[in-house]
Nanobody, 127 residues
Framework: QVHLVESGGGSVQAGGSLRLSCAVS????????WGWFRQAPGMQREGVAVISSRGGVSYYSDSVKGRFTISQDNAMNTVSLQMTSLKPEDTAMYYCAQRLEASCTIAYLFGDVMNHWGKGTLVTVSS
């Protein structure tokens, strides 16, 4: 059974940084598309970043480009999201997700195409 467990959320002031991690078990880390998504209260879920486990190609939403970095550690079977220059509008529940496909496309940020999801970790940014 596939398990994705997020950690690293918390409260931070605007301009601060946080690093989210997603521990993966029950599935090989290779040849998969991995992503981070978020959902703010009262809002629809949105894609933040995706990364291909093969080649490490990544895509970001315009709202986080240049501030967030997605990365993977195949040896540790984790996917991370480094968030810097955080803004109050980044406040949301952040979810790790995985798709059974070797490569991601930018379209995966916008569609409901991921196969497995974690339960989320809450990020709160105060002004």
């Amino acid at each position: 059974q596939v398990h994705l467990v997020e950690s690293g959320g918390g409260s931070v002031q605007a301009g601060g940084s946080l690093r989210l991690s997603c521990a993966v078990s029950g599935i090989s880390h290779t040849s998969k598309c991995w992503g981070w998504f978020r959902q703010a209260p009262g809002m629809q879920r949105e894609g933040v970043a995706v990364i291909s486990s093969r080649g490490g190609v990544s895509y970001y939403s315009d709202s986080v480009k240049g501030r967030f970095t997605i990365s993977q550690d195949n040896a540790m079977n984790t996917v991370s999201l480094q968030m810097t220059s955080l803004k109050p509008e980044d406040t949301a529940m952040y979810y790790c997700a995985q798709r059974l496909e070797a490569s991601c496309t930018i379209a995966y940020l916008f569609g409901d195409v991921m196969n497995h999801w974690g339960k989320g970790t809450l990020v709160t940014v105060s002004s």
